[in-house]
């Protein structure tokens, strides 16, 4: 709690935006971003300016009733493509529920099997559905929606864990971009450095804040205006760690965890940015 008080935590508007500028944004509809509050796990829904819906993993088995909840919510009957990052648990598990509950037009993924029941329910689940099923590769861009452009940066390619080939991508809309970094490590982190350009306004903290991740040197060519924290309200594995917290304070970057903060929805219009959530930001003090 005490790494967390010392925070000083603002709803961002990174360009200055005047109402008339909305006005101009029913020209360019918004992109939404949004970080489902799944607890201990991952889950993001994407609504691009053409009307596309992508969905990037869906937390745990329990949470796919609160993700099919939110994309109700949300009028989704369709989704366009959904983006399993790896199938660890608590990125692939919620994903089962959703595909029993509407149609998935596409699945994009690593293409690691893994030994366990949650993977044979994902799986059997896109046979029964019959979902076409693309692998993902290094450097390929995502073709969905000609107003955004959306690059594979990391995922399978001999790497030894699951977590080592995690899809990460680069989502841009206009000026902005979304670094969702999923669970990949230190050592892809620095691969990504030298690879790419990797400044991004609002980063997907990779790996729940884990000690495996987020690298200061990593930080600071990224050079985040705001990160997302996707962790559960005391988790057992101890995330986020003081370590990451640190860092991103030593880059001034402001921190929304989902844990505190609930679902956080950042909306743009390709120019600027504001940030929504869910719940009371000073609840998070309690959190961590």
């Known amino acids: 709690m005490q790494r967390i008080a010392k ?3 603002i709803i961002l508007v990174i360009t200055a935006v005047h109402p ?7 020209q360019h509809p918004d992109l939404k ?3 489902i509050d799944v607890g201990q796990g991952d889950s993001i829904f994407v609504q691009t300016p053409g009307g596309k819906n992508i969905l990037i993993d869906g937390g745990r088995p329990k949470a796919g009733k609160k993700v099919v909840q939110f994309l109700r919510k949300k009028n989704v009957q369709k989704l366009d493509l959904m983006i399993a990052t790896h199938p660890d648990i608590d990125h692939i598990g919620g994903l089962v529920q959703v595909m ?7 699945i994009l993924e690593t293409g690691i099997m893994h030994s366990t029941k949650t993977y044979a329910r994902y ?6 559905q019959h979902i076409p099923i693309d692998i993902a590769d290094r450097n390929e861009e995502i073709d969905i929606d000609p107003t955004i452009n959306m690059k594979i940066l990391n995922t399978h390619n001999d790497s030894k864990t699951n977590n080592e080939s995690s899809i990460a991508l680069k989502l841009t809309y206009g000026k902005i971009d979304f670094l969702l970094m999923s669970d990949v490590e230190k050592e892809q982190e620095k691969r990504l450095r030298k690879r790419y350009d990797l400044n991004s306004e609002i980063l997907k903290v990779a790996h729940h804040g884990s000690h495996t991740s987020t690298s200061l040197k990593f930080l600071k060519e990224v050079k985040p205006n705001a990160a997302i924290l996707t962790y559960g309200k005391g988790n057992k594995f101890g995330h986020p760690v003081d370590r990451v917290i640190d860092n991103l304070q030593k880059v001034n970057t402001a921190i929304y965890p ?6 956080i929805t950042v909306q743009t219009d390709g120019q600027g940015f504001l940030i929504l959530n869910e719940k009371n930001p000073t609840s998070w003090l309690e959190a961590g």
């Open 7 to 9: 925070l000083t935590l």
């Open 20 to 26: 008339s500028l909305y006005i101009g944004a029913q």
């Open 100 to 106: 029993q509950s509407m149609e998935v037009n596409k």
């Open 123 to 128: 799986v059997s689940q896109i046979i029964r």
């Open 258 to 263: 989902t844990a505190s903060f609930g679902n």
């Open 33 to 35: 971003v949004h970080f």
